[in-house]
DNA sequence: GCAAGGTC
């Protein structure tokens, strides 16, 4: 028996389709899919299934100095266990083996993780190892015919990266987490990817920081064709000492003086206008980044973007999501692709357009490589049932992609008009889109066009009106995660595969916070420590050097345990200078660590009212001078509080906003919340005490920030009414008959929400919440649902205590012995 | 309970 073994269960399944011709039978081994044809099996492994550690004695981070970490012995141990003994067991059956793992370095070390376990079974079997970039029939059957031999110099690369990155992260992770007593979930983390990462956004916020805005002018005047009436905007602009075009006036009184001089003029002479045509060729394929940037410019997260391509991989209608590559393999036919759209209602009539080009060549990125194909559609479309929307929206960025990759130029046609008006310049810059193009399948970029008319030199332009605007130079922006991902690329720190999940350590680990991400002051002292004594890891330095190690392994020039040791050598240099900073560090993480949760002086101490969380794991504000003051206010129970940075004029505390997915919103000043809490207008009688004792319906706020309608007579009398959690409420001159009380409104947005009267509202909400737990016993539908509320019945808890032969009688059409079978189901 | 890299 031949055992072929793949990456991924999905890379497995099309090897046994395509060598099998489609007749392969599969089965489950440990819950693992094996596929097997002919004398032939074939797995597909979970990516890594061993993974690098030290020996278990030093697991305990307080038994074991963060040095001693580098010189500890680093293991290999299996992380998929049940992966792993398939793999033992197919291979005890099998007398030759063949690995068809990815096409690329880490590919290379799992096969050889593979390698290793088969090796463990039988010492003599044939290993061989075949290379494809696409699973299609001919790179896969061409491959197999020509098997190779395993790359252990290329998997040997591997791991020394996973070594070094392993007792670096390690050491240095842990080093920081003792020094400030972070232990446990909080720990700090140190690493060669995410720190360079977390030092790009740092060094951004410093220079926001250390910004000073510089007011400038800026001055715009109506120019107008005589003829017709046309006209068009052109902008002020002069050459500055190096002799460059300049808009910017940097000072008010040119500026002014610029100014009155256009608005006395009546006419503007062109002096010259210059005409030129564009050429806008389409984009290269996607690779995993610039599928990201796309997606993130149609408002889908990296992270969104990244698990539905993930799951329209899984389902077959894109290729594989992770890749480098920019240009399509030889195999891929253009025009049969877009013959599979061919006919569909939406899709179909660009890929026809397409299709009547008389060559089509797809354009071609800088990078290829032979990990896996760019990422295009494969021909199977999903229909749109199969997907929900923001699914369809992915399917079709990369399906136009395609389309425009194998589209034709855009032209545009540009016109620059310069004229003179009293002595002083004007320029108008206009664009025309004249051939669509590619832009024509692919409408995710802009084509807006600006309009500047058909005019001559020596022409007289009549000068309206002169608008003249005051700025400010505006501080450099904050990375958007997109942004970020390109920048990580372009350093060469992280992969294809990793960059977003990075992106989500960052935020996992309190080092930013928002989006567009913000370090939190942890962060900034994290990077300052590793600046002071650490420079390597947060910069990309250290993976330049790793790559090019890497590189020498590779090629036989170097070998792995040499790379190891000096790597390990410089972290010893680096715990030297550590060692007599310790406190320092970690007071200094301590002071930022608290940074990060201050809201504001505390008004009964002075000291800092701090964002704490509670035994029950609740967050509330409490006083840094605890216990000497027990000062604390309450924040909403729905949530993770994230401190903004405004503050609150009254009290001078930072106002709160509570991170909880859809339902995110501001709380704002906490004190000035809790000074807001307290009873709002009466709207009538209690139902429940009303009558007797005089008890009136208020809408009251709690000192946690949340509303309701309650009795004036609390805590005597309970009566309550939810109300939402957000908005404004408005009690408006409309009473409800049944209950005599007033509509409510309540703003939260652009419309009001006519929630109407408190106790109709409530009932309809609760009768549509118990509708639904009706519904979900079988048998019981819509329409038995409203016949069962009319008898009473509107919850689970309503039915099982009722009398069967009751209900039969009271509702029509159902009998005691149904409503005894709901029972049983309930 | 550390990293980064695969994959789900």
Redesign the pocket.
């Known amino acids: 028996m031949e055992l072929i073994v793949t990456?991924?269960?999905?890379a497995a399944r099309r090897i046994a389709d395509i060598l099998s011709g489609e007749s392969y039978d599969s089965s489950r081994e440990n819950g693992v899919n094996v596929y097997e044809w002919g004398g032939t099996r074939c797995v597909?492994?979970?990516?890594?299934?061993v993974?690098?550690?030290?020996p278990p004695e030093?697991?305990?981070?307080?038994d074991v100095e963060p040095v001693e970490?580098i010189d500890a012995s680093v293991e290999k141990t299996a992380?998929?266990e049940n992966i792993v003994a398939t793999l033992r067991i197919l291979a005890r059956q099998a007398e030759e083996a063949t690995i068809a793992t990815?096409y690329?370095?880490?590919?290379e070390l799992?096969g050889k993780e593979a390698y290793e376990i088969i090796r463990e079974v039988d010492e003599e079997m044939p290993i061989r190892r075949v290379r494809f970039s696409s699973i299609t029939e001919n790179e896969v059957r061409s491959a197999f015919a020509e098997p190779e031999e395993l790359d252990f110099d290329l998997a040997a690369a591997g791991e020394a990266?996973?070594t070094i990155?392993?007792v670096?992260?390690?050491?240095l992770?842990?080093f920081l987490?003792l020094s400030s007593g972070q232990?446990?979930?909080d720990?700090i983390?140190?690493?060669?990817?995410?720190?360079p990462a977390l030092k790009l956004l740092v060094d951004r916020e410093r220079e926001i920081q250390a910004f000073d805005p510089e007011s400038y002018w800026e001055i715009v005047a109506d120019l107008e064709k005589t003829e017709g009436g046309e006209d068009f905007e052109s902008q002020y602009f002069y050459l500055d000492e190096e002799g460059n075009e300049a808009e910017r006036v940097w000072e008010e009184e040119a500026a002014d003086a610029a100014t009155a001089d256009l608005e006395g003029a009546t006419t503007a002479t062109v002096v010259d206008v210059d005409r030129r045509s564009r050429t806008d060729a389409p984009p290269a394929p996607f690779n995993t980044t610039q599928f990201i940037r796309a997606a993130s410019a149609i408002g889908i997260s990296a992270k969104r973007a990244m698990?539905i391509a993930?799951d329209l991989y899984?389902a077959g209608y894109i290729t594989?999501p992770?890749t480098d590559n920019t240009v399509y393999p030889d195999d891929l036919d253009p025009e049969e692709l877009l013959g599979e759209f061919s006919g569909h209602p939406t899709l179909g009539e660009d890929a026809d357009s397409l299709l009547e080009s008389e060559e089509i060549e797809p354009t071609e990125g800088d990078e290829e490589t032979t990990d896996h194909p760019p990422i295009h559609p494969t021909g199977e479309i999903p229909t749109r049932g199969d997907v929900d929307d923001d699914e369809w929206k992915v399917f079709e960025l990369v399906v136009r992609r395609f389309f425009a990759t194998v589209a034709d130029d855009a032209r545009w046609e540009h016109l620059r008009v310069e004229s003179e008006a009293a002595g002083r310049s004007l320029k108008a810059n206009g664009k025309r889109l004249v051939e669509a193009g590619y832009h024509a399948v692919y409408p995710y970029f802009s084509t807006s066009e600006n309009y500047v008319p058909d005019v001559e030199v020596g022409e007289e332009l009549a000068v309206g009106e002169v608008e003249c605007t005051g700025k400010e130079t505006q501080p450099p922006r904050r990375y958007g995660q997109s942004r970020l991902i390109e920048t990580m690329e372009g350093m060469g720190?992280?992969?294809?595969?990793?960059?977003h999940?990075?992106i989500q350590?960052l935020y996992d680990?309190g080092y930013i916070e928002s989006d567009p991400p913000r370090p939190t002051q942890l962060a900034m002292a994290v990077v300052e420590a590793a600046e002071e004594f650490a420079d390597r890891v947060v910069s990309e330095e250290m993976?330049a050097q790793l790559e090019a190690d890497m590189d020498a392994i590779a090629s036989g020039k170097a070998e792995l345990e040499d790379v190891t040791q000096e790597s390990r050598e410089m972290l010893e240099e680096i715990f030297e200078n550590l060692a007599d900073s310790r406190e320092e560090i970690g007071d200094h993480l301590r002071k930022s660590l608290k940074a990060d949760k201050r809201l504001g002086p505390c008004p009964e101490c002075g000291e800092d009212l701090l964002v704490r969380r509670s035994r029950h794991g609740s967050y509330f504000v409490g006083c840094d001078g605890y216990p000497d003051c027990e000062n604390t206010l309450p924040l909403p129970s729905t949530g993770k509080p994230l401190i903004l940075e405004e503050e609150c004029d009254e009290h001078g505390l930072h106002e709160v906003k509570m991170l909880a997915g859809r339902q995110t919103f501001v709380h704002g000043c906490p004190l000035c919340k809790a000074e807001e809490a307290g009873e709002g207008p009466v709207l009538g009688e209690c139902p429940d005490c009303g009558t007797q004792e005089g008890g009136e319906l208020a809408v009251k706020t709690l000192q946690n920030g949340s509303r309701l309608v309650g009795c004036t007579r609390y805590p005597d009398c309970e009566y309550s009414l939810p109300l939402p959690r957000r908005g404004e409420i408005e009690v408006t001159g409309d009473r409800c008959e049944e209950h005599d009380l007033p509509e409510l409104l309540v703003h939260n947005g652009e419309e009001p929400w006519e929630l109407g009267c408190p106790i109709c509202n409530y009932r309809e909400f609760q009768a549509r919440e118990n509708g639904s737990e009706l519904e979900a016993i079988e048998g019981v539908g819509e329409k038995t649902v409203e016949k069962l509320a009319a008898a009473g019945i509107e919850s689970i808890e309503d039915l099982s205590t009722a009398d069967p032969d009751a209900i039969a009688d009271d509702v029509e059409g159902v009998s005691a012995d149904r409503v005894r079978g709901w029972q049983a189901k309930a």
């Open positions: 990456e991924k269960d999905n597909g492994l979970s990516g890594h299934v993974g690098v550690d030290f030093y697991s305990d981070w307080r970490l992380t998929k990815d690329d370095r880490e590919g799992i990266r996973q990155d392993l670096w992260g390690a050491a992770t842990r987490s232990l446990g979930n720990f983390s140190v690493g060669r990817v995410q720190s698990s993930e899984t594989y992770r720190i992280g992969t294809k595969a990793t960059r999940e990075i350590k680990r993976t």
